[in-house]
């Protein structure tokens, strides 16, 4: 046993010590005899030798609240007590009121099951009674009776259906198409004269864009590995497609793909709103770093050697000015120049429950319910809150204003290092309360990521040439999730950047959101 938990139960006027240990209730047994006033001693020999109660028997020393020493007890569980008490002879008037009170219950039980059921066959016959004299007046109505064949008609129709459909993928084969250039000589100036190629034919043998793009569906969106691609090419298409040719489908793609990837990071530069996050990876056996910078509806995902903020540097080298910057407390996210910044209150809270249930601090647990508050007080709030701030805004404000001015010199070094880190970035603990479009947590940067995660798992680590296939994947999986952001086909946007030389977004002219629409600009050859 575990966990015991002594307490009080009163019966017949007198206190019956009882143990709830596991969820199991056990009662004492001295206490009960005392109160229906039968000999202790014989009682305990006749469950010593009950077959059925002696293995239940159980001997606890317990230290019984407002007694000096702790005391031994006979138990017995609170399933088997009350029938030990009915099967007790004894001339006791305690006892005797008990066995008349377990024989009325006993019939009450019983009887009223009987009658109970009586009852329930009289409403059931009175209901169908009922019933059939509402459907005669019914099979009178010409316009029931019509209702009552369509009816008929429409589940003998249905079955018929049901029988006769059935979904099926015919056999997939794979479309060879032959291409032929005729050169014909001028009989007069004796000019050969060859006919020219469609664009893109460059071999004498070569898959198409469809292809490739179902080579970068599975890779990227699917998370395939090399090995297991070319096997789904060779059992359903017939393809004998090699994985080095999947890895050149993936350059291609990511060729492809690199203008619209710039223009990604272009609007990402220039949002209202960015999170960001990032998560680790193997690249060839070397430790490597995935950073993500996302809007609901732009993903810009970047792969380097370094978590720091050199990776910033390189790709937002003037930062974020027209944004609000939603991160976690990393240090170089907190680094990011930016309009205004937005502390992920999920890791706040985390902490904070963390030193709330380990440390017992009530500091933690004070200032964990003011950003519930917080919370929940973002939920409520509409359009015109933000012009005018509610009361409740400033008053969150001045309660964690004042525990932050506590005296925490005493604290765990952890929850000091937590507390100076607040009042370092108190101004961005609360601007969600202050902008509608900046949300309170940095989720949806960590869903951003969390793909690459997954291919990790199951393809393992990128082990192109200086990080390539990382790379690689990181131009095209932000333009797949830019796609399904904007609630475009994801297959669709991925054969129309196999096709085209060059790839770039359209913005809409009224609301400049940013609209998945794929041109084919075709360089011809000059």
């Not at 006979?74 to 305690?94: C, H, K, T």
């Not at 309360?433 to 990790?456: F, G």
Request: charged letters at 30%; a positive charge; proline letters at 3%.
């Amino acid at each position: 046993m575990n966990k015991q938990v002594v307490k009080f139960l009163e019966f017949k006027g007198k206190n019956i010590v009882y143990l709830c240990v596991n969820g199991t209730y056990w009662i004492a047994v001295k206490p009960v005899c005392e109160a229906i006033k039968v000999n202790y001693i014989q009682q305990y020999k006749n469950i010593r030798v009950d077959e059925i109660l002696r293995p239940e028997l159980c001997v606890y020393t317990i230290q019984v609240p407002g007694a000096a020493q702790s005391r031994r007890f006979v138990f017995l569980p609170e399933q088997l007590i009350y029938g030990w008490i009915f099967s007790i002879r004894s001339d006791s008037a305690e006892l005797v009121q008990y066995k008349r009170e377990c024989y009325r219950v006993l019939y009450e039980h019983f009887h009223g099951v009987i009658t109970r059921r009586s009852v329930l066959i009289k409403e059931k016959a009175d209901a169908r009674r009922k019933r059939r004299k509402v459907e005669g007046t019914l099979l009178e109505n010409p316009d029931f009776i019509e209702m009552t064949k369509l009816r008929a008609q429409e589940l003998s129709i249905g079955r018929k259906l049901r029988e006769i459909e059935r979904c099926e993928i015919d056999e997939v084969s794979d479309l060879c198409i032959e291409h032929r250039s005729h050169h014909k000589i001028c009989p007069f100036c004796r000019l050969e004269n060859r006919g020219i190629f469609p664009e893109g034919i460059q071999s004498p043998v070569q898959y198409g864009p469809q292809v490739e793009a179902m080579a970068g569906y599975l890779s990227v969106y699917q998370y395939l590995p090399y090995a297991r691609i070319t096997r789904l090419f060779r059992d359903f298409f017939r393809l004998p497609v090699s994985e080095g040719s999947i890895d050149n489908f993936l350059e291609n793609l990511r060729n492809k793909a690199r203008s619209a990837y710039e223009v990604i990071h272009e609007r990402i530069e220039n949002s209202v709103v960015v999170g960001s996050d990032e998560t680790g990876c193997r690249v060839n056996g070397k430790k490597h770093w995935f950073h993500v910078w996302q809007t609901p509806l732009l993903t810009f995902i970047v792969a380097f050697a370094s978590r720091g903020h050199k990776v910033i540097e390189t790709y937002f080298k003037d930062g974020f000015h027209f944004s609000v910057y939603v991160s976690d407390c990393w240090a170089s996210q907190l680094k990011v120049k930016a309009r205004r910044h937005q502390l992920c209150m999920a890791h706040l809270l985390r902490e904070l429950t963390n030193f709330a249930e380990n440390l017992k601090s009530q500091w933690s647990a004070q200032t964990k319910g003011i950003f519930m508050r917080a919370l929940e007080l973002k939920k409520k709030m509409t359009p015109a809150d933000y012009l005018n701030p509610p009361q409740e805004v400033a008053l969150l404000e001045t309660e964690l204003d004042k525990l932050l001015r506590t005296d925490f010199s005493k604290y765990h070094t952890k929850e000091q290092a937590f507390i100076k880190r607040l009042n370092k970035h108190r101004q961005s603990i609360f601007t969600f309360l202050t902008l509608p479009d900046v949300p309170p947590d940095n989720n949806a940067s960590e869903r951003a990521i969390r793909n690459v995660k997954v291919k990790s798992k199951v393809s393992g680590q990128f082990r192109n040439d200086q990080g390539r296939g990382a790379d690689r994947y990181a131009i095209i999986r932000s333009v797949i999730d830019t796609t399904i952001k904007n609630g475009q086909d994801v297959y669709t946007a991925l054969v129309c950047m196999a096709k085209c030389k060059k790839m770039r977004y359209l913005s809409s002219d009224t609301n400049d959101k940013l609209i998945v629409k794929f041109l084919l600009i075709i360089k011809k050859k000059s």
